[in-house]
């Protein structure tokens, strides 16, 4: 019992150490809703866009982040943000930003992508952190193909048919029998590692509630009155999660577990 109750704290520590990044931008955006002092001087968006330029380079100069690790990061702030100008878009208006900037394309803040970035720096640091491993990881060209078809589809199913639950169902049956094998401490533990993903969407769709109620970007539907975001986004994360997970096993190939 003692030794599990150690590993869980491991667990727990390493988990905080591997979202340092995002916890940052989450507290930086909590700071700006309810003290923001520049207001007359930088846009709120503008601030945050170079404090989380400034805190990555610290990451970097830190050792905490490779070189590498960062292009996989900027490549996925890349990605997203040609999904978040398509998405924001006003004939399509998925969601919005409701504050003024000047660092941005179009009528996407340039600070948008690094929320995405989060997600892949926190993939990066437990993958490393954690050792993965895996058992019946699937073969690599069939997890590019699942992640291209998400990609596609967050774009096209605006005008054709939403086949989001064909591609979920896809990706069940090609990790149902894959594992992943994380060390908190001295010992590995095992779970599936689609259930691993839908964990992780769960708790960006809470992060997701408090950014949205802090009105960093809002849905359509609260414009007006803010109100917890619907658990359906849940599935939304799970797919990005995908894309961002496929992006992060170029640099961290994926290992076998050895018993």
């Known amino acids: 019992m003692k030794k599990i109750l150690s590993d869980f704290l491991f667990?727990?520590?390493?988990?905080?150490?591997?979202?340092?990044?995002?916890?940052?931008?989450?507290?930086?955006?909590?700071?700006?809703?309810?003290?923001?002092p520049l207001e007359w001087s930088i846009y709120q968006y503008d601030f945050l866009f170079i404090a989380v330029v400034v805190f990555q380079l610290f990451l970097v100069l830190s050792k905490y982040e490779s070189y590498q690790e960062v292009w996989i990061i900027m490549i996925f702030h890349f990605v997203a943000m040609i999904m978040e100008i398509f998405k924001t878009h006003p004939s399509i208006w998925s969601w919005s930003?409701?504050?003024?900037f000047f660092i941005g394309i179009?009528?996407?803040?340039?600070?948008?992508?690094?929320?995405y970035?989060?997600?892949g720096s926190y993939?990066?640091?437990?993958?490393?952190?954690?050792?993965?491993?895996?058992?019946?990881y699937p073969k690599k060209i069939?997890?590019?193909?699942?992640?291209?078809?998400?990609?596609?589809?967050?774009?096209?199913?605006?005008?054709?048919?939403?086949?989001?639950?064909?591609?979920?169902?896809?990706?069940?049956?090609?990790?149902?029998?894959?594992?992943?094998?994380?060390?908190?401490?001295?010992?590995?533990?095992?779970?599936?590692?689609?259930?691993?993903?839908?964990?992780?969407?769960?708790?960006?769709w809470f992060a997701e509630?408090?950014?949205?109620?802090?009105?960093?970007?809002?849905?359509?539907?609260?414009?007006?009155?803010?109100?917890?975001?619907?658990?359906?986004?849940?599935?939304a994360w799970f797919l990005l999660m995908i894309i961002s997970f496929v992006l992060v096993s170029f640099l961290h190939k994926p290992k076998t577990f050895n018993k």
Request: aromatic residues 28%; positive net charge.
């Open 11 to 36: 667990f727990i520590y390493k988990q905080a150490f591997a979202c340092l990044f995002w916890a940052f931008i989450l507290l930086l955006i909590i700071w700006c809703r309810y003290y923001y």
């Open 97 to 100: 930003y409701p504050w003024d």
């Open 106 to 115: 179009y009528w996407v803040p340039l600070f948008a992508g690094f929320m």
């Open 117 to 119: 970035s989060a997600v």
């Open 123 to 136: 993939i990066t640091r437990v993958w490393k952190i954690f050792e993965f491993r895996y058992s019946q």
């Open 142 to 204: 069939y997890t590019v193909m699942i992640a291209l078809a998400i990609y596609i589809n967050f774009f096209t199913h605006h005008f054709i048919f939403d086949v989001r639950y064909i591609i979920i169902i896809a990706i069940l049956a090609t990790f149902w029998r894959t594992k992943i094998y994380f060390k908190p401490n001295k010992k590995y533990y095992s779970m599936n590692l689609a259930f691993w993903f839908s964990l992780v969407a769960l708790f960006i």
């Open 209 to 235: 509630n408090i950014a949205t109620y802090m009105r960093i970007w809002i849905y359509p539907s609260q414009s007006q009155v803010w109100h917890m975001v619907g658990i359906e986004k849940i599935t």
